[in-house]
């Protein structure tokens, strides 16, 4: 008697074991790559849903963990590497896929600009190819960005003639070193690229300084500006 029971304890102990080891749900032969092999042609998994603070307050959060967050910034999150990280929505989709958040214009017209020490706008009316999430103001010298993220910003500025004067990047009325170029010769050629950070709203503008008298763009593109959301 009491070696069969030790044989059922076994044998039971050992059911449980496998019971553990890989389980299926709608399914009686899980995939041996799966600990959780859950099958169905209806219904989905439905993950545990709480806010941003409910999130936080998780205790000893393992890697790997996923909830979906259901206020700001919604979507599904992931413990990765002791952070916790927004997986990719369809917001982000549609912005980097698509372009919703790039945009471009240019300045074709061999406009005159009258160039002040302290800085004078570049408009660019022309050729303008702007995403969703990026607008631009009456004067066409001031472009606001409505999604936050890191923005490569490139601009040119050709002249008909060489002349000393310093070209920039104005983010919210500021300079941003980055973007500034400031020759030490005259030269009818200016440009520079910089990664930026910018916040949702930021405006982001060109600007020449450092000359007074006027500058005369070239025909075709006399100055242009590109805004592009990378990450």
Known sequence: ????????????????????????????TPNASAALDVQSTTKGVLLPRMTAAQRIAIAA????????????????????????????????????????????ASNTSAAVIAVILGGTAVPLPNNQSLGANITVNGANTLFTVAQAGRYRISYAVNTTAAVLVSSRILVNGAPSPAGTFTPTLSVSRLAAEAVITLAAGDTVGLQLFGLLGAVVLTGGQGAALTIQRVE
Do not use: C, E, H
């Not at 919604?74 to 369809?90: D, K, P």
């Not at 896929?97 to 945009?103: L, Q, R, V």
């Open 1 to 28: 008697m009491k070696r069969n029971l030790i044989i059922l304890t076994t044998l039971f102990l050992a059911s449980t074991i496998y019971v553990q080891a890989q389980v299926g749900i709608g399914t009686t």
């Open 61 to 104: 959060p393992a890697d790997g963990l996923i909830v979906y967050q259901t206020d700001a910034i919604s979507g599904l999150w992931m413990r990765i590497s002791g952070v916790w990280i927004r997986l990719t929505n369809t917001s982000d989709l549609t912005a980097i896929s698509f372009g919703a958040s790039t945009g471009f």
